[in-house]
């Protein structure tokens, strides 16, 4: 049975700092998602991690992939208050089609 | 636009009353899913359906009923046999089961009063 943990589960940082997020997932894994979810919102994708040793960016974001070590990260460059959200990842197996393993989630909040 | 449309944005069930959400989209998406949020956690799938008239429990699928009978709607029916239905529902859809993205509607948050 797949699952994932995020930590921190609670991340306060001031704006300029950097941070990392890390997903460690139990089982093999094909498919790393990342998202974004604002207070009673739903997901906006962030990521899409297909490969060992993928990595995306997107403004202050860059997320990485290490399925030998079944761990993706999250790195927040110089974060501003905008950034501040709830991030989860998300895992799916080669059994489990499109459908998606989530992890508890990290809260972060940027202060200024 | 395409996309996927839930409704309502609120709900609130007395207790002992079944409830219907609602799930459209019209992205011409063969797979969908329905997934549970409660505070603080991440979500956990109910039922998911990868083609019109055939669909399969999830993890948390006791207490919820659901029905694929047009390839665009995907309606789940909270049951008064689900012990703890507030939550909010984020219902999803993607090409197909295999290996595709899935894109999340906006949810329904549901409240039992």
């Known amino acids: 049975e797949l699952k994932v943990e995020q930590n921190p589960l609670f991340l306060s940082m001031q704006e300029g700092k950097n941070y990392t997020i890390y997903c460690n997932y139990s089982?093999?894994?094909?498919?790393l998602y990342w998202y974004r979810q604002d207070p009673g919102k739903s997901l906006e994708s962030l990521f899409v991690?297909?490969?060992?040793?993928a990595v995306k960016q997107e403004g202050r974001l860059m997320a990485s992939l290490d399925t030998k070590a079944r761990l993706s990260t999250l790195h927040i460059t110089a974060a501003v208050h905008d950034l501040s959200a709830t991030y989860f990842c998300?895992?799916?197996?080669?059994?489990?089609?499109?459908?998606?393993?989530f992890g508890e989630g990290t809260q972060l909040t940027v202060n200024p | 636009d395409g996309g996927i449309t839930q409704s309502p944005k609120y709900l609130f069930r007395k207790e002992g009353q079944n409830v219907t959400l609602s799930c459209e989209q019209n992205?011409?998406?063969?797979?969908m899913y329905w997934y549970r949020q409660d505070p603080g956690q991440g979500l956990r799938l109910i039922y998911y359906?990868?083609?019109?008239?055939?669909?399969q429990k999830g993890d948390i699928a006791e207490g919820y009923s659901v029905s694929r009978e047009k390839k665009e709607s995907f309606p789940l029916t909270v049951t008064s046999a689900q012990k703890n239905p507030t939550a909010f529902y984020l219902c999803a859809s993607s090409i197909t089961d295999v290996n595709t993205e899935a894109f999340f509607g906006q949810g329904t948050r549901l409240t039992v009063v």
């Open positions: 359906s990868q083609i019109v008239n055939d669909f």
């Open positions: 998300a895992a799916a197996s080669p059994t489990s089609g499109s459908r998606l393993t």
């Open positions: 991690l297909l490969s060992n040793g």
């Open positions: 992205l011409n998406h063969d797979a």
């Open positions: 089982t093999t894994s094909d498919r």
